[in-house]
């Protein structure tokens, strides 16, 4: 290896896609950055021919300084940082950050949302670099690596939303009790189109009251969507509800039939309020493509989905959509979930199409709903 000095003295440093031909360079790096679990020059070669992965080096003329590798699981959507190597002879300049981010890109653009790594728990100047580029430690691996030190396994959402196809801002609101994600979820659309509406939990509280089906599986009844679009329409806002199916909503999550018959009765009001009130209500199986051209008009939507690939529990839960691209669709989920979450994990999340189609669709008779929103 050269000298510090030398290396530091080259400004130039460019990441590129790993090529054969880089093993016998990559072989030495790494027997220079790392006493044990190494990968050999077997390996190096399988991993440069390799299609599900993402594998980049940071050169200097012609002299590889870093190299980063990735491992794209199939069937998921989570990326793995499987090795990310600089020499120590040019610490110091950034490498590793700059290296970090190109796989982070890379990865994202192979469809990928999350990516994890394992670090070892002694290894400072490492876990200060992720945790300031935004990883967070979510596990504790004991005896991990061959010379037996323990690790961290550490998380980053990798995929955003690109700005240019962002049509409003959304801003986020936390729901205060567990039944009122549908008055949350519609205070964010609202505000999106329109920054004078108030979101606290007086308005929360009061869009559940005229949004309700009184009664759900345990506990206070969720939202209904059509009371959701009357609750939007009485606030000035154009409101229309897609439904999948006709007859009352929510009535197999109760046993009990006086329970049936008050959700049916309830069902029939918001059927006739909604016809006095011009709101359009269309029976239609809402789909993606239906929600990128709403979203491309300006207007806000509300999607109810189904919380058993979140959580393991098949509750319905209203989200409010804040965009679409190629590969995900992006949610304000008004639920944190856990205290471990906080305002900006439950922003824009990405949730990819494949999974997007299996969460909204509810129940055994696969409830497809949406609220759409405009101003007037």
Same mark, same amino acid.
């Given at each position: 290896?050269?000298?510090?000095?030398?290396?530091?003295?080259?400004?130039?440093?460019? !990441?590129?896609?790993? #090529? +054969? &031909?880089?093993?016998?360079?990559?072989? $030495? @790096?790494?027997?220079?950055?790392? %006493? *044990?679990?190494?990968?050999?020059?077997?390996?190096?070669?399988?991993?440069?021919?390799?299609?599900?992965?993402?594998?980049?080096?940071?050169?200097?003329?012609?002299?590889?300084?870093?190299?980063?590798?990735?491992?794209?699981?199939?069937?998921?959507?989570?990326?793995?940082?499987?090795?990310?190597? !600089?020499?120590?002879? #040019? +610490? &110091?300049?950034?490498?590793?950050?700059? $290296? @970090?981010?190109?796989?982070?890109? %890379? *990865?994202?653009?192979?469809?990928?949302?999350?990516?994890?790594?394992?670090?070892?728990?002694?290894?400072?100047?490492?876990?200060?670099?992720?945790?300031?580029?935004?990883?967070?430690?979510?596990?504790?691996?004991?005896?991990?690596?061959?010379?037996?030190?323990?690790?961290?396994?550490?998380?980053?959402?990798?995929?955003?939303?690109?700005?240019?196809?962002?049509?409003?801002?959304?801003?986020?609101?936390?729901?205060?009790?567990?039944?009122?994600?549908?008055?949350?979820?519609?205070?964010?659309?609202?505000?999106?189109?329109?920054?004078?509406?108030?979101?606290?939990?007086?308005?929360?509280?009061?869009?559940?009251?005229?949004?309700?089906?009184?009664?759900?599986?345990?506990?206070?009844?969720?939202?209904?969507?059509?009371?959701?679009?009357?609750?939007?329409?009485?606030?000035?806002?154009?409101?229309?509800?897609?439904?999948?199916?006709?007859?009352?909503?929510?009535?197999?999550?109760?046993?009990?039939?006086?329970?049936?018959?008050?959700?049916?009765?309830?069902?029939?009001?918001?059927?006739?309020?909604?016809?006095?009130?011009?709101?359009?209500?269309?029976?239609?199986?809402?789909?993606?493509?239906?929600?990128?051209?709403?979203?491309?008009?300006?207007?806000?939507?509300?999607?109810?989905?189904?919380?058993?690939?979140?959580?393991?529990?098949?509750?319905?839960?209203?989200?409010?959509?804040?965009?679409?691209?190629?590969?995900?669709?992006?949610?304000?989920?008004?639920?944190?979930?856990?205290?471990?979450?906080?305002?900006?994990?439950?922003?824009?999340?990405?949730?990819?199409?494949?999974?997007?189609?299996?969460?909204?669709?509810?129940?055994?008779?696969?409830?497809?709903?949406?609220?759409?929103?405009?101003?007037?």
């Amino acid at each position: 290896m050269q000298s510090s000095k030398s290396l530091k003295e080259k400004s130039a440093v460019f !990441v590129r896609e790993v #090529a +054969r &031909g880089d093993e016998k360079q990559l072989d $030495l @790096l790494e027997k220079a950055c790392f %006493a *044990s679990d190494r990968l050999n020059l077997r390996r190096f070669k399988y991993w440069i021919k390799a299609s599900h992965r993402v594998f980049l080096v940071a050169e200097s003329d012609s002299q590889i300084l870093a190299y980063g590798l990735v491992l794209l699981h199939k069937g998921t959507r989570l990326a793995r940082l499987y090795s990310l190597a !600089v020499d120590d002879e #040019a +610490r &110091g300049r950034g490498i590793g950050r700059i $290296l @970090l981010k190109a796989l982070e890109e %890379a *990865s994202s653009q192979q469809g990928k949302i999350y990516m994890r790594l394992e670090v070892a728990a002694d290894n400072k100047s490492a876990i200060a670099l992720y945790e300031s580029e935004g990883y967070r430690v979510f596990s504790w691996l004991e005896d991990y690596y061959e010379d037996h030190r323990n690790a961290l396994r550490m998380q980053k959402r990798i995929r955003y939303l690109a700005k240019s196809l962002l049509k409003h801002q959304t801003p986020w609101y936390r729901q205060t009790t567990e039944f009122s994600c549908g008055a949350a979820a519609l205070m964010m659309a609202m505000k999106s189109l329109d920054h004078s509406i108030k979101m606290n939990q007086d308005e929360e509280l009061d869009i559940w009251r005229q949004a309700t089906t009184i009664f759900m599986a345990s506990g206070h009844g969720g939202s209904h969507p059509i009371g959701l679009a009357l609750a939007a329409r009485s606030r000035g806002f154009r409101a229309e509800v897609n439904l999948n199916q006709q007859g009352p909503l929510f009535v197999d999550s109760v046993r009990s039939e006086h329970k049936k018959n008050i959700i049916s009765l309830v069902d029939r009001q918001f059927h006739k309020k909604a016809k006095s009130m011009r709101v359009k209500i269309t029976k239609h199986d809402v789909t993606q493509e239906d929600i990128g051209d709403w979203l491309g008009l300006g207007k806000a939507v509300l999607i109810l989905i189904s919380t058993y690939r979140i959580d393991g529990r098949k509750a319905p839960h209203w989200v409010t959509v804040s965009g679409i691209d190629e590969h995900c669709l992006y949610v304000h989920d008004p639920d944190p979930a856990t205290d471990q979450y906080d305002a900006f994990d439950c922003q824009y999340v990405p949730i990819a199409r494949s999974d997007f189609e299996k969460m909204s669709s509810f129940g055994k008779n696969k409830l497809r709903t949406s609220v759409v929103i405009s101003s007037n």
